[in-house]
């Protein structure tokens, strides 16, 4: 058996520090957990893809977590957007990627245990495998889904999948895997956008708890985030 928390879209950066208290809070809490996992799901810095400081910042920042493994994966604020977003200023690149690995180590892991789940930063859709906006950066592309959700599928051991990037807290299943969404640390997401890919907007971090093959996760938000 074993704890996990899994943070998401902390956005720190040491010369724009708007969400440094929610980060505080939710480190401090986090902490607390006395969890054997800790994970940072993305978008852990503010502008990663053009400022190597805050990258450095936010390597140092994920060192407080006092877990004693600690995994991250990169998001669109510290590599860029996928090169299919062609219209996004901020676009992935070798060299982007080559400087997240140099500040956090691999951009991708894998533990051995069971159940199986797949931590990523963008969720595979909103509300439908069979969602068909090409042009989407909420989410995963048509095309890119598929090939994740089947080879899942086929793959038979799956259990959920955990995401960020959306700022919003939510749960769905599909084809007997459970897609979480978790919500921001550094703050939620709110508008007609924000409201049409469901969910609700909250701010905080998630909780695994695994015992043999069975896993629980619940939503922590702790009372002074804001």
Not at 22 to 42: K, M
Not at 115 to 133: C, N, R, S, Y
Request: one cysteine or more; proline letters at 7%; charged letters at 20%.
């Amino acid at each position: 058996s074993f704890r996990l928390v899994m943070l998401s879209d902390t956005h720190v950066s040491r010369t724009h520090p708007f969400f440094f208290d929610n980060g505080e809070v939710a480190l401090e809490a986090a902490n607390a957990l006395a969890p054997d996992v800790a994970l940072v799901t993305g978008d852990v810095t503010f502008n990663g893809p053009d400022v190597a400081d805050d990258l450095a910042f936010g390597a140092e920042q994920i060192t407080r977590l006092s877990a004693p493994v600690i995994r991250t994966v990169p998001g669109n604020h510290d590599v860029g957007y996928s090169p299919a977003a062609s219209s996004m200023r901020q676009l992935m690149s070798p060299e982007r990627r080559q400087a997240w690995i140099d500040s956090f180590g691999d951009d991708f892991w894998s533990f051995h245990h069971r159940p199986v789940g797949i931590f990523l930063h963008v969720p595979p859709f909103a509300h439908d495998p069979a969602e068909t906006d090409e042009a989407t950066t909420g989410t995963l592309r048509p095309a890119a889904r598929k090939r994740l959700l089947d080879t899942c599928a086929d793959a038979g051991c799956v259990r959920f999948m955990a995401s960020g990037h959306l700022h919003r807290d939510k749960r769905m299943r599909f084809r007997n895997i459970d897609f979480v969404w978790a919500p921001g640390t550094a703050f939620m997401s709110t508008g007609p956008r924000a409201q049409a890919w469901g969910g609700e907007p909250w701010v905080g971090f998630l909780d695994f708890q695994f015992e043999g093959d069975s896993y629980s996760v619940d939503t922590d938000e702790p009372q002074d985030m804001l």
